[in-house]
């Protein structure tokens, strides 16, 4: 009877010491978001058009053959024979004024004495101090035509001087702040040339129309306003 007494006093007892004294509660588990490492994206984001062009005119070559001739060409040129032209139509659909930069960058060419690239051979665009900047006003529209693309070409080092081109092609490349409408028309006509060979028959004429999807990029120099 006296065990009994005294272990319902011990228990009592202990109840009443957790009560004034609570066991320590387990430590919270402490969650830490994951941050990926790298840096912070602060630069700015550009729109860039990559806008293919063709200009001028390729004469037929009359040593093509399909099949290997010893001593004469027989590679395809870049383009079918005939006249070649490409206008790129720019509007500012924003409500704001947009300052855009412009640039062309050549990929191909033919001169006038029939020389060509090397195979493999690679070009390299203006520096962007060079970029020529355009200032656009809310809902305007503006046009780069063959010869605007020549004046482009110049602000990069050319393997043979500009009025040497027969044919050339490549890009014109438009870096915006803002997103733009750019159109690009490509228009050709084929046929034998006259007899001194220096302008394109009146064969068929074709046209093209596509509408240039920018990418969006960050980290390139801005446009000089």
């Known amino acids: 009877m006296l065990a009994v007494l005294f272990a319902h006093t011990f228990v009592q007892c202990f109840s009443v010491v957790l009560?004034?004294?609570p066991l320590a509660a387990p430590p919270r588990r402490m969650v830490v978001p994951f941050v990926k490492e790298g840096p912070i994206m602060s630069e700015p984001l550009d729109f860039v058009y990559s806008v293919k062009f063709l200009c001028g005119f390729m004469p037929p070559n009359p040593n093509l053959s399909p099949f290997p001739v010893p001593h004469l060409p027989t590679a395809e040129p870049p383009v079918k024979p005939g006249n070649y032209a490409t206008a790129?139509?720019?509007h500012n659909p924003q409500a704001e004024r947009v300052v855009f930069c412009k640039k062309a960058v050549l990929s191909g060419f033919l001169s006038r004495e029939g020389r060509r690239p090397e195979p493999e051979q690679v070009f390299l665009g203006p520096p962007p101090e060079?970029?020529?900047s355009v200032k656009l006003e809310p809902?305007?529209?503006l046009e780069i035509d063959?010869?605007?693309i020549l004046t482009l070409l110049e602000q990069a080092p050319l393997p043979v001087p500009i009025w040497q081109f027969l044919f050339v092609k490549?890009?014109?490349v438009i870096q915006s702040p803002q997103e733009l409408d750019v159109v690009a028309v490509y228009t050709g006509q084929?046929?034998?040339p006259d007899p001194a060979g220096t302008v394109p028959g009146r064969g068929d004429?074709?046209?093209d129309v596509e509408y240039i999807t920018p990418k969006q990029i960050r980290g390139l120099p801005p446009c000089q306003s």
Request: neutral net charge; proline residues 4%.
């Open 130 to 132: 060079r970029r020529i």
């Open 190 to 192: 084929g046929g034998q």
């Open 19 to 21: 009560s004034l004294f």
């Open 205 to 207: 004429l074709t046209m």
């Open 139 to 141: 809902d305007a529209a």
């Open 88 to 90: 790129i139509n720019i």
């Open 146 to 148: 063959c010869p605007d």
């Open 170 to 172: 490549g890009f014109v």
